[in-house]
């Protein structure tokens, strides 16, 4: 049990329950458009309420919104999104064969966020700068290491700014947690599903979390907020995937 106090949000719980709700109108939207990237966030969110709910000292409904609504600019470009395309169908990207062009689109969707977002009228401003400040940092300053990598083929030499999100490092726990969750739901399911021969479950984490305190993404978290966060997602994998998962044989004592 915690003793640590939840940093309660200021925005009132019957509109953080409205934009759980299902039936919330723009939400029926978001999931018509872009079905992949709405299943995804609904993944994203379970898992920043569960994060959230082991730290103890953040506020689990906040950060199941964040989880739920973070991607919705994606809505306005889905075909751009690996989710959202369907098994066979031909890969926009590889018929554009233009990285940095994919790029711009692809970065686009963290504005496109802020920007739906801000304009719903069900909340008021305050609660919209909040929301909409945490989501704006949800890529933090990473690259997109896939076009980044592709447009290294023709130019060894490129600037690899050209390829990094627009937005700040997170500033604040829950915009670091929300990300983690992020890349931890969209790479694991690479990794994971439909896999024969996945990653250890231990390994996959720790380079995952690894690759973004090099990046300086996770500066605002302590180190117990990331073993915390490394502990539940390895349990997560375990959970999930324990079918797929190898265990390495015990050695005979
Ligand atoms: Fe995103
Ligand atoms: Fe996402």
Redesign the pocket.
Known sequence: MTTKPVKKTSIEDHLLASLLDDSYPLWTEFESAAPGTARHSKEVAALCKKVANKLGDIDPVLMEVLGRW??VG?ARNPKFFVENQMPGEPNIHDELDNPLYSFHIISQ??GQ?TNILIHLEDLVAEDLLNLVKIISQ??GSTTTKYFLSKAQEANPNLDINTFRYYGSAPTTKEAALLMIC?VFEAKGRAAFGGKTDPPEPEEFVGALLDELVSESQLDVLQVRDIREARELLIAELLSIYHDRIKYPAKEEK
């Open positions: 973070h991607d994606k969707h963290v966020s949800h890529h992020d």
